[in-house]
């Protein structure tokens, strides 16, 4: 039998046993050739009585001990030996990882936070990566095969004793009660298994890290089992993140082909899903961009035209367009003003002398169209054949007429008809000049004043 100062093959001595399985019996022992602690886990006699199995582990324990990873525990030796008592003990060699299993940690704290579940998640699942990139299933990912240590960093054991167990199905003699509780759906089915088998279990590690039990339970492993080929998981939490809740839901997924495609994306996933989210913010509101009344009329979550943004910038924009609003009504005041002023001020220019005829085959400028006390020049609406030009604000030099005899200047004084009835302005008045060409209309010219007659 075993017990505490029992040595096998001279070399490695019991010191205190620290955990049982279904595999067997795993002791903190003393390596007396190397001189440090390590971890020796002896089968049970009922495995190391099948040459095949036997021939696996010793084949997945030379492929392990070249397997280096921090997140998986580091494989030193396997061997057999013959007890006292005639009993045959074959072992393992291990590195002697000081830490905690992960079930005691969630049976103490009935369930872990978003954060550190991810973080083990992350971690587990890039030593999968590790295992599965040279080839080698663990088959049996479960909490108690995660040891927490002090600084938060996980390590993955009983790696190549898993597998040489050749566990696919719940039936098999080899099964042991706890596996069930996390077993992919194709491997307790009995098909093949493969990479994608270890994230479904690390799928359900994570949700019994949230919620304090496995997805599925049951009064027997085939229930169990059962229940994993056919039942989706209880919803998680809704307080828990969405992100982390379609991490664990993608890794449940009844399909291999479903789930992550590598324990390295399953790690990225894991870490973005605990990562800083970005800082909320209101929905943009958008109002058209017309004046200060559509920015104050607007109702949230309408859209029209302009967006109109929150905080500080919204600030900003109110105030833009404040500013803007006030321009608007000083301009609107100021040309109201100008109208009024214009309104109002006396005609100007306005000759005493009653305007010229209208020679004979031009339009005569209707009442209408006249601009009394304006100031501004118009154009009066001429004949068909020929259309008046525009006069200008100041006087000019007289422009000979078509009908004028190019080859004689003009002299100095005007030819033009006089209007009759007129009157001669004093040299202190301000009077239109008179053009000579009898089309042209001087500006500042009305309506004659009342009682005068042209």
């Known amino acids: 039998m075993l017990s505490p100062e029992v040595v096998l093959s001279v070399r490695y001595r019991l010191d205190e046993r620290v955990a049982t399985g279904g595999m067997g019996d795993v002791w903190r022992a003393s390596d007396l050739l190397l001189r440090r602690s390590v971890a020796v886990k002896v089968l049970l006699p009922a495995l190391v009585s099948d040459p095949d199995f036997l021939a696996r582990f010793r084949a997945e324990a030379r492929i392990?001990?070249?397997?280096?990873?921090?997140?998986?525990?580091?494989?030193?030796?396997?061997g057999e030996d013959e007890l006292s008592d005639g009993v045959r003990a074959d072992y393992l060699v291990m590195e002697f990882v000081t830490g905690q299993p992960l079930s005691k940690r969630i049976e103490a704290l009935g369930a872990l936070d978003v954060a550190e579940t991810m973080s083990i998640v992350a971690q587990v699942a890039e030593a999968l990566h590790a295992a599965h990139t040279n080839g080698i299933v663990h088959r049996d990912v479960k909490p108690s095969n995660l040891l927490v240590q002090e600084d938060g960093s996980v390590v993955l054991v009983d790696f190549g004793v898993a597998r040489s167990t050749n566990i696919t199905s719940v039936t098999n003699a080899n099964a042991v009660p706890g596996t069930a509780l996390y077993m992919a759906p194709e491997q307790a089915a009995g098909r093949p298994v493969s990479g994608a088998t270890d994230i479904y279990a690390l799928g359900a590690v994570a949700y019994c890290c949230l919620t304090g039990s496995p997805p599925f339970n049951g009064d027997s492993p085939l229930q169990v089992a059962v229940r994993h080929l056919d039942d989706e998981p209880p919803e998680l939490?809704?307080?828990?993140?969405?992100?982390v809740r379609a991490l664990v839901s993608r890794a449940l997924a009844k399909d291999p082909a479903d789930r992550f495609s590598s324990g390295e994306a399953m790690a990225a996933a894991a870490r973005v899903a605990v990562s800083d989210p970005p800082e909320p913010t209101e929905p943009a509101t958008v109002v058209p961009v017309t004046g200060v009344a559509a920015l104050r009329d607007a109702k949230p979550g309408t859209r029209t035209d302009a967006p109109v943004v929150t905080g500080r910038k919204r600030r900003r924009g109110a105030l833009i367009g404040a500013a803007a609003a006030i321009l608007v009504a000083l301009a609107s005041l100021g040309a109201a003003l100008g109208a009024t002023g214009e309104a109002d001020a006396p005609a100007v220019n306005v000759p005493t002398a009653a305007p010229a005829a209208v020679p004979s085959g031009s339009a005569e400028v209707p009442a209408e169209e006249q601009q009394p006390n304006s100031g501004?020049?118009?154009?009066?609406?001429?004949?068909a054949s020929s259309p008046l030009p525009l006069a200008t604000a100041s006087p000019v030099s007289p422009q000979p007429s078509p009908s004028a005899a190019p080859e004689s200047p003009e002299p100095t004084g005007s030819t033009d008809p006089q209007p009759t009835g007129g009157t001669t302005s004093s040299p202190t008045e301000t009077t239109a000049p008179t053009p000579t060409d009898p089309q042209t209309t001087p500006m500042g010219v009305g309506e004659p004043p009342a009682g005068r007659v042209p």
């Open 237 to 243: 939490p809704h307080d828990i993140p969405e992100a």
């Open 64 to 78: 392990l001990a070249a397997l280096r990873h921090p997140g998986i525990v580091q494989v030193y030796d396997c």
């Open 376 to 383: 501004r020049p118009f154009r009066p609406t001429g004949s």
